[in-house]
């Protein structure tokens, strides 16, 4: 119905000629035609190929086609974090070679450009167009750190993948505007501007008044950011092309210049239902469809087409011409082939190379400590070291700079570093990940601070939707590497609750490739880190560092005065992802033939403790520090378990969904059959005072453990 609707309105245009295109706009037209009219067809051919059994998802970019202009008005070099419905965008940068692109995508062909098979995204490498999945707006915290990558680089002199006078642009729709990722963005970008900080960044707003079925208040888009400080905002209307062409051309070079924020308003229509089996009609009248059919940015292209002397009829062939090709096409992508393994499937998700890993860490010109260390002096030292040998590494996040952070971690480096090296950022977890996504994707080595474990989850979908998925949506072709680093868990003395004595970590263990570590010690904090750097470096690695609070500081570990927990890292060593360390007997000659302590954290310290109390008992245990919790130490859990044919995992997390479940049917996993209990902590929150003692595992339950599981002997 739509392409019959279309092909009629096209033969039925009348002449008007009193105001004709100029040579130089004639050519853009043409071109924008061309574009308009393949991308129409690729949302038609993706459902005849659904039809057929051969396609997959059909979210289509009818009626936003003028987003092709938005392309054609910026430089091609401009990154770009697309909107679902930017087929025509892609198009213009791709040309008309890049609808075999769009429909291998559909058809989930391992011959898409750019994810492989993997989903149906819009990107390229080649083209700049950095692939996003439709989460609703998630892709404009790293549009922001894009941005201010390329304003950063400049600054410092550093290579980027993006021209030094380049913009980044992302797009979304009307309803996506009114959610909390793009208002935190759009103030990012303001607070950013406000302090005169480069931050080249266009966002466009397709405006097609609903979202779904849910309409979009008339007005709403232009009084919610028309008028914003800061924000230079413009409309455009996607019915007037060359409207289009000169808005978005006049406001690219205005950031382009001024290097600060400006927000395209562009007004578009939307055919064929939001997406797959959507029927407008449930929820719209005959009359508004008819309206919108009116606006068809096809149909204004070919009538300022007509207007310079194009005749209906040879637009009408054009139009058969291209849909013919793009059937053509369509066809034959459908017998292109497929992912068949799960090795396939999961090969660019996680790259791991450990030897070139630890060549980095080796090699790296880091001084020596002297001095014995606390867990937060060896991490300050190391990042200092890291500061001093990687020029492109950023170390930024709250109160990180002249404070330097809640706990000291991070005290000095700014002295060291500098500015723009070592920043502070507003008080808003979504941006400071985003900006850590868009500052590795552009070249840098970001490690940012997230100031407590609880703050994660306002922001987490940064790194589940967003940071773990890019080398997997990309075929490997864009990496993200960077380090988190999230102060956590409980047993602060004087200082708590619920926000600050988080002690859940299982939003953190399912992200698919991401590696999660919990150091306890100095020396492992220390090495853990360079490990994380140099992984992003060669691997592309986002990986999460989850440094105890309750240990940032601690000295001793038996008794007031022995300074046993503190140690004097090596400057150049490394602990290969994945690596466990065991502790046979706590130094004095213990074997730990009887039980297997398994642990993490807060949990290690607890169980040296207890593991020296029963060793005066006669009782000799092995305490094995996993260090990482994704992906778990397997073969070193499956040895140290074998070793004594007893195990007890101690696991300070809580007891739904904690770590020591994983641990347990890992262990089951790899066929060990001896004995196996765990000791946790509450499923509770935290509570303050002298209650989180009740909430949180004890050394007396973990020997009151250790005594039940040896009893069952």
Same mark, same amino acid.
């Given at each position: 119905?739509?392409?019959?609707?279309?092909?009629?309105?096209?033969?039925?245009?009348?002449?008007?000629?009193?105001?004709?295109?100029?040579?130089?706009?004639?050519?853009?037209?043409?071109?924008?035609?061309?574009?308009?009219?393949?991308?129409?067809?690729?949302?038609?051919?993706?459902?005849?190929?659904?039809?057929?059994?051969?396609?997959?998802?059909?979210?289509?970019?009818?009626?936003?086609?003028?987003?092709?202009?938005?392309?054609?008005?910026?430089?091609?070099?401009?990154?770009?974090?697309?909107?679902?419905?930017?087929?025509?965008?892609?198009?213009?940068?791709?040309?008309?070679?890049?609808?075999?692109?769009? *429909?291998?995508?559909?058809?989930?062909?391992?011959?898409?450009?750019?994810?492989?098979?993997?989903?149906?995204?819009?990107?390229?490498?080649?083209?700049?167009?950095?692939?996003?999945?439709?989460?609703?707006?998630?892709?404009?915290?790293?549009?922001?750190?894009?941005?201010?990558?390329?304003?950063?680089?400049?600054?410092?002199?550093?290579?980027?993948?993006?021209?030094?006078?380049?913009?980044?642009?992302?797009?979304?729709?009307?309803?996506?505007?009114?959610?909390?990722?793009?208002?935190?963005?759009?103030?990012?970008?303001?607070?950013?501007?406000?302090?005169?900080?480069?931050?080249? *960044?266009?966002?466009?707003?397709?405006?097609?008044?609903?979202?779904?079925?849910?309409?979009?208040?008339?007005?709403?888009?232009?009084?919610?950011?028309?008028?914003?400080?800061? *924000?230079?905002?413009?409309?455009?209307?996607?019915?007037?092309?060359?409207?289009?062409?000169?808005?978005?051309?006049?406001?690219?070079?205005?950031?382009?210049?001024?290097?600060?924020?400006?927000?395209?308003?562009?007004?578009?229509? +939307?055919?064929?239902?939001?997406?797959?089996?959507?029927?407008?009609?449930?929820?719209?009248?005959?009359?508004?469809?008819?309206?919108?059919?009116?606006?068809?940015?096809?149909?204004?292209?070919?009538?300022?087409?007509?207007?310079?002397?194009?005749?209906?009829?040879?637009?009408?062939? +054009?139009?058969?011409?291209?849909?013919?090709?793009?059937?053509?096409?369509?066809?034959?992508?459908?017998?292109?082939?497929?992912?068949?393994?799960?090795?396939?499937?999961?090969?660019?998700?996680?790259?791991?190379?450990?030897?070139?890993?630890?060549?980095?860490?080796?090699?790296?010109?880091?001084?020596?400590?002297?001095?014995?260390?606390?867990?937060?002096?060896?991490?300050?030292?190391?990042?200092?070291?890291?500061?001093?040998?990687?020029?492109?590494?950023?170390?930024?996040?709250?109160?990180?700079?002249?404070?330097?952070?809640?706990?000291?971690?991070?005290?000095?480096?700014?002295?060291?570093?500098?500015?723009?090296?070592?920043?502070?950022? *507003?008080?808003?977890?979504?941006?400071?990940?985003?900006?850590?996504?868009?500052?590795?994707?552009?070249?840098?080595?970001?490690?940012?601070?997230?100031?407590?474990?609880?703050?994660?989850?306002?922001?987490?979908?940064?790194?589940?939707?967003?940071?773990?998925?890019?080398?997997?949506?990309?075929?490997?072709?864009?990496?993200?590497?960077?380090?988190?680093?999230?102060?956590?868990?409980?047993?602060?003395?004087?200082?708590?609750?619920?926000?600050?004595?988080?002690?859940?970590?299982?939003?953190?263990?399912?992200?698919?490739?991401?590696?999660?570590?919990?150091?306890?010690?100095?020396?492992?904090?220390?090495?853990?880190?360079?490990?994380?750097?140099?992984?992003?470096?060669?691997?592309?690695?986002?990986?999460?560092?989850?440094?105890?609070?309750?240990?940032?500081?601690?000295?001793?570990?038996?008794?007031?005065?022995?300074?046993?927990?503190?140690?004097?890292?090596?400057?150049?060593?490394?602990?290969?992802i994945g690596a466990a360390h065991t502790y046979p007997g706590n130094g004095n000659g213990g074997s730990g033939d009887r039980l297997t302590i398994l642990t993490f954290g807060n949990g290690l310290f607890m169980s040296l403790r207890v593991q020296r109390r029963l060793m005066a008992r006669g009782i000799h245990t092995r305490v094995v520090d996993l260090r990482w919790i994704a992906p778990l130490p397997v073969d070193d859990m499956v040895r140290e378990a074998k070793a004594t044919g007893t195990v007890l995992v101690?696991?300070?997390?809580?007891?739904?969904?904690?770590?020591?479940?994983?641990?347990?049917?890992?262990?089951?996993?790899?066929?060990?059959t001896g004995r196996m209990a765990r000791v946790t902590s509450k499923d509770s929150f935290i509570p303050l005072g002298e209650a989180a003692k009740l909430m949180l595992l004890s050394e007396a339950e973990i020997e009151a453990a250790v005594e039940a599981l040896l009893a069952a002997d």
């Amino acid at each position: 119905m739509l392409e019959t609707s279309l092909v009629e309105a096209l033969a039925g245009l009348a002449p008007d000629r009193t105001n004709a295109p100029t040579a130089t706009t004639l050519t853009a037209l043409q071109r924008l035609f061309d574009v308009q009219v393949a991308s129409r067809h690729c949302d038609l051919a993706a459902r005849w190929l659904r039809s057929q059994g051969k396609g997959y998802y059909t979210i289509g970019s009818s009626g936003h086609e003028s987003n092709a202009a938005v392309a054609m008005a910026l430089q091609p070099t401009d990154p770009a974090l697309l909107h679902y419905r930017s087929g025509g965008f892609y198009l213009a940068r791709a040309g008309l070679a890049g609808v075999r692109d769009i *429909l291998a995508g559909v058809v989930a062909s391992t011959d898409e450009p750019i994810a492989g098979g993997r989903h149906k995204v819009i990107g390229r490498h080649d083209l700049a167009i950095i692939p996003q999945t439709s989460t609703i707006a998630s892709h404009l915290p790293r549009a922001l750190g894009v941005a201010f990558a390329i304003g950063r680089a400049a600054r410092l002199g550093l290579p980027s993948p993006w021209p030094a006078d380049a913009l980044a642009v992302c797009s979304f729709g009307d309803a996506s505007a009114n959610h909390s990722v793009t208002t935190g963005t759009v103030n990012t970008a303001l607070h950013c501007a406000h302090q005169r900080l480069p931050l080249p *960044l266009l966002f466009v707003c397709e405006d097609n008044g609903l979202g779904i079925s849910v309409r979009t208040p008339e007005g709403w888009i232009e009084s919610a950011y028309g008028n914003r400080p800061h *924000l230079r905002y413009a409309q455009a209307d996607g019915a007037d092309p060359e409207g289009v062409l000169a808005v978005t051309a006049e406001l690219g070079d205005w950031v382009r210049t001024h290097r600060r924020p400006a927000f395209l308003h562009l007004r578009t229509v +939307r055919f064929g239902g939001h997406a797959g089996t959507d029927v407008e009609t449930a929820y719209r009248t005959p009359a508004e469809l008819r309206a919108d059919l009116a606006r068809d940015p096809i149909l204004a292209t070919a009538a300022r087409l007509v207007a310079a002397g194009h005749t209906t009829a040879s637009l009408v062939e +054009r139009h058969d011409a291209l849909r013919e090709q793009v059937y053509t096409t369509a066809a034959t992508v459908a017998e292109w082939p497929q992912l068949a393994t799960a090795e396939e499937v999961l090969a660019p998700l996680a790259p791991r190379d450990p030897a070139a890993v630890a060549a980095v860490v080796r090699a790296a010109d880091m001084p020596g400590e002297q001095t014995a260390l606390t867990v937060a002096q060896a991490l300050n030292t190391t990042l200092a070291a890291l500061l001093r040998e990687h020029p492109d590494l950023l170390v930024f996040g709250e109160d990180v700079a002249a404070k330097g952070g809640v706990y000291g971690v991070t005290k000095g480096l700014l002295a060291q570093a500098g500015a723009a090296r070592v920043f502070d950022t *507003l008080l808003d977890e979504t941006s400071i990940l985003g900006l850590a996504n868009g500052a590795a994707i552009s070249g840098f080595l970001p490690v940012a601070e997230i100031q407590y474990l609880a703050y994660l989850h306002n922001a987490e979908d940064q790194l589940r939707g967003e940071a773990a998925t890019l080398q997997f949506f990309s075929n490997g072709q864009y990496r993200n590497g960077m380090v988190i680093r999230i102060a956590g868990l409980g047993y602060q003395e004087g200082f708590g609750g619920h926000f600050h004595n988080d002690d859940s970590l299982t939003v953190l263990r399912d992200l698919p490739g991401v590696v999660v570590g919990v150091p306890a010690r100095p020396d492992d904090a220390a090495a853990m880190l360079r490990t994380m750097v140099a992984a992003a470096q060669v691997d592309g690695t986002v990986s999460v560092l989850v440094e105890p609070i309750a240990r940032y500081h601690t000295a001793d570990l038996l008794e007031p005065g022995d300074r046993l927990w503190l140690a004097t890292p090596e400057p150049s060593a490394h602990v290969p992802i994945g690596a466990a360390h065991t502790y046979p007997g706590n130094g004095n000659g213990g074997s730990g033939d009887r039980l297997t302590i398994l642990t993490f954290g807060n949990g290690l310290f607890m169980s040296l403790r207890v593991q020296r109390r029963l060793m005066a008992r006669g009782i000799h245990t092995r305490v094995v520090d996993l260090r990482w919790i994704a992906p778990l130490p397997v073969d070193d859990m499956v040895r140290e378990a074998k070793a004594t044919g007893t195990v007890l995992v101690v696991d300070e997390t809580r007891r739904s969904g904690g770590v020591a479940e994983g641990v347990l049917a890992t262990l089951i996993d790899a066929g060990f059959t001896g004995r196996m209990a765990r000791v946790t902590s509450k499923d509770s929150f935290i509570p303050l005072g002298e209650a989180a003692k009740l909430m949180l595992l004890s050394e007396a339950e973990i020997e009151a453990a250790v005594e039940a599981l040896l009893a069952a002997d």
